[in-house]
């Protein structure tokens, strides 16, 4: 699960904190599991984390928001 909001002006994810969240997204793919769930909990890094990752292959992982 990944909480906060470290999104520019533009709309789009701090270049460090998408590296972070594409890196876990890996580590999801990685694991032997039924379920692989990214969880994030605002709904303007979640919408522009779904924005940016469009297009690229996130095998069996499920981005879900769950805000707090």
Request: glycine share 4%.
């Amino acid at each position: 699960m990944k909480s906060g909001r470290d999104i520019d002006s533009t709309g789009k994810i701090k270049s460090y904190r998408f590296s972070e969240c594409c890196l876990d997204c890996l580590y999801l793919m990685s694991v032997d599991a039924e379920k692989r769930l990214f969880v994030l909990t605002n709904k303007d890094m979640y919408e522009a984390f779904q924005k940016m990752t469009s297009g690229l292959l996130l095998r069996n992982v499920e981005i879900r928001l769950v805000e707090l």
